[in-house]
């Protein structure tokens, strides 16, 4: 993916914000889960949303649960979790779901959990606070995910590109942060503040 909106020196300082903040929510979904979960180091990029969907274009067309929770502050935007088909299956089994209610409800609670306190722990290193919208859920064939709303509304994308995995569950999401100008803008000071006080 190309059309770099950060500087090399910005995305640096946000993989590594980033990095505790993914590591402090996958604490808490093991913990959730009862199983170990590992976390490849993610790569960041900040895009746009068009830039994305054109890559969902060239990907197969397979179901994904895509769920989605907004969030507001000074640093605004909605996070977006995808999950596939045969990890959402596993997730039951795991859990001992026994219908597709349970399990939206409970891919519902991962994402709750998951993108709350991912977006809280990075708002804290960035010193503001966030506040969370209920998330929601739909199941989508990624060549059709231009049509949903959430895309139609950010500008920006923040792409984690990263597998939370649970090995032995056979287990795992990307996470997405969308965001608009202003916040990017916002952000973008906040690294550079950071970045300042380094030297």
């Known amino acids: 993916m190309s059309n770099y909106i950060l500087?090399?020196?910005?995305?640096?300082?946000?993989?590594?914000?980033?990095?505790?903040?993914?590591?402090?929510?996958?604490?808490?979904?093991?913990?959730?889960?009862?199983?170990f979960a590992s976390l490849s180091i993610p790569n960041i990029q900040v895009?746009?949303?068009?830039?994305?969907?054109?890559?969902?274009?060239?990907?197969?067309?397979?179901?994904?649960?895509?769920?989605?929770?907004?969030?507001?502050?000074?640093?605004?935007?909605?996070?977006?979790?995808?999950?596939?088909?045969?990890?959402?299956?596993?997730?039951?089994?795991?859990l001992e779901l026994e219908n597709k209610d349970d399990l939206d409800d409970a891919i519902l609670e991962l994402t709750n959990v998951l993108t709350s306190s991912l977006t809280t722990k990075l708002a804290q290193e960035l010193e503001t606070e966030v506040g969370f919208s209920l998330p929601s859920i739909s199941k989508v064939p990624l060549n059709e995910i231009n049509n949903v709303q959430t895309f139609k509304i950010y500008s920006k994308v923040i792409v984690i590109d990263t597998?939370?995995?649970?090995?032995?569950?056979?287990?795992?999401?990307?996470?997405?942060?969308?965001?608009?100008?202003?916040s990017i803008q916002w952000l973008k000071i906040k690294l550079?503040?950071?970045?300042?006080?380094l030297m």
């Open 47 to 94: 895009i746009q949303v068009a830039e994305l969907l054109k890559t969902f274009e060239e990907l197969k067309s397979t179901s994904y649960f895509f769920s989605s929770q907004a969030f507001n502050g000074e640093f605004n935007g909605e996070s977006a979790f995808f999950i596939n088909e045969e990890s959402a299956n596993n997730l039951a089994k795991h």
């Open 192 to 197: 550079n503040n950071i970045l300042d006080n």
């Open 7 to 35: 500087s090399e020196d910005e995305e640096d300082v946000l993989q590594e914000l980033m990095n505790i903040a993914y590591g402090s929510a996958t604490a808490v979904i093991a913990e959730m889960l009862e199983a």
């Open 163 to 182: 597998e939370l995995n649970f090995q032995d569950q056979k287990i795992n999401g990307k996470i997405f942060i969308l965001t608009k100008d202003e």
